[in-house]
């Protein structure tokens, strides 16, 4: 009988302590989540596409304002610090996937992973609570930064205009609930392709801009100095920090291997040398020009910068321009990437497999419910514009746990590495050490959250920084 129950478990992907637990999974065939969302038939240039897309966003252009909180050196330290955690932490997961998928369980879902190999009921709502955090939240910001990408432009054209903010929101939101019928993740391959060269074309413009604007004759003066109160730089260094752990972050790993057609050992491997070949070059140019710039007056986000509410743009027009039609396009694409998981969970409930994907049965209920989530986020957006301090809370309450503790412990766990040898040592210690980033890091975001509440009214036409 033991032996049927663990039969069972393998041909259905479940844990065997998940298989007597309220989060008990059925098999994929009977699965509409796995059947239509997670459809693995992807090669693993695509799962590379789908890691850039989730990692190298325009929250890139919101790593000058994190090294506004850090300074020079530390914000360098903490830059490459992060860069090598996360892909140590990200080559980790899919060591780990790879390995359950040969004893016969892969796992599609970051929830399922988790709580098979931690043999934990809570370990499975813990998960699905923090991606819903990470996923609204990417979400929200994208509509937001997209909605201020069209208000940047129609301050150009129309420097009195009545449009405000939430307009923009709202006609953005509206663009989203469109592009959020993409049936799966597999369908957005060709899309994040695009999406891949959209970050470098924006990055390598904003990089000239800020270039351009440092040898103007209107450069703003260089001021790299920190905060005078030591509290107050103690508390903006540990928000920098939870911005860029927000920015390496993406908390959907295991959904996006669960794209590649089986087998799929090593493949996530390649797509992940493929993401981090482009942050090298994303990353690091965006951060240490826009702080070259501007230091402690950065914006969160530094096409803000570049185009100053007075005076002239520090930068040609039209190249900034077209740097803003490149992120707001590459915008689309993260919000799509990262509603997948939410998409995931809806269909599952919702939808019957036995019907087809386009059946009405299945459209009907996938449009509603894609439609209102993309409205319910663009509402937050518009009634919440705090794009820098969102981008501070999702990267410590949501990233950090997912990303920077979580790959450590599960591979701890499931290839048990002696206790004296050097790869024990370094999980552990990178768990001790982000747990603790992580505690203050939300704390002091939060703070900065709370603070900045104070300084605007609900659907306020500026975003706050």
């Known amino acids: 009988m033991q032996k049927q129950k663990e039969l069972a478990a393998s041909m259905l992907f479940i844990p065997e302590a998940a298989q007597n637990g309220p989060f008990n999974e059925i098999s994929q065939e009977e699965d509409a989540g796995a059947a239509f969302v997670l459809q693995s038939k992807g090669k693993w240039w695509h799962a590379g596409f789908h890691l850039t897309t989730a990692i190298v966003g325009p929250t890139i252009l919101t790593l000058p304002y994190a090294f506004r909180g850090l300074g020079w050196g530390l914000g360098v330290l903490c830059l490459t610090a992060m860069g090598l955690v996360t892909f140590y932490s990200y080559y980790l997961m899919s060591l780990v996937l790879d390995h359950c998928e040969k004893a016969g369980r892969r796992h599609i879902r970051f929830r399922e992973l988790a709580a098979d190999v931690l043999g934990s009921g809570w370990m499975f709502y813990f998960v699905i609570f923090i991606q819903t955090a990470i996923n609204t939240g990417i979400s929200i910001g994208a509509i937001l930064l997209a909605g201020e990408c069209l208000q940047i432009m129609y301050s150009e054209l129309s420097p009195n205009g009545p449009l405000r903010l939430y307009h923009f ?4 939101t509206v663009v989203m609930i469109l592009l959020s019928q993409f049936p799966s993740f597999h369908s957005l391959r060709h899309i994040n392709f695009v999406s891949l060269l959209l970050s470098l074309g924006y990055t390598f413009l ?11 004759k209107n450069a703003p003066p260089r001021d790299y100095s920190l905060e005078s109160s030591e509290s107050s730089r103690v508390f903006s260094a540990f928000t920098s920090i939870s911005i860029i752990a927000a920015i390496f972050g993406n908390g959907i790993l295991p959904e996006i291997q669960a794209t590649l057609a089986p087998p799929a050992t090593g493949k996530m491997v390649k797509g992940l040398i493929m993401c981090y070949t482009v942050i090298f070059f994303t990353f690091y140019s965006a951060a240490v020009s826009g702080y070259w710039v501007f230091g402690n007056k950065s914006n969160s986000n530094i096409l803000k910068s570049l185009m100053p509410d007075e005076g002239p743009s520090l930068a040609p027009v039209w190249l900034l321009g077209l740097a803003i039609v490149f992120v707001l396009l590459q915008l689309l694409a993260i919000g799509l990437v990262y509603s997948q998981v939410a998409y995931e969970i809806m269909e599952k409930k919702s939808a019957d497999v036995k019907k087809g994907m386009f059946s009405k049965r299945n459209l009907i209920p996938r449009i509603i419910l894609r439609s209102l989530y993309v409205i319910t986020c663009g509402f937050i957006a518009a009634m919440l514009p705090f794009f820098g301090d969102i981008s501070a809370v999702v990267g410590a309450i949501g990233f950090i746990p997912l990303d920077f503790v979580l790959p450590m412990l599960l591979y701890n766990m499931t290839y048990k590495p002696r206790k004296s040898s050097l790869a024990y040592w370094v999980n552990y210690s990178i768990i ?12 002091s975001s939060i703070r900065k959250l709370v603070q900045d509440a104070r300084q605007f009214k609900l659907f306020s036409s500026d975003v706050v920084d």
Do not use: E, K, L, P
Not at 206 to 216: M, W
């Open 432 to 443: 001790i050490v982000f747990s603790c980033v992580g505690v203050m890091g939300a704390f």
């Open 206 to 216: 904003v990089v000239g801009a800020c270039i351009s604007a440092g040898f103007s």
């Open 169 to 172: 929101i709202a006609m953005v």
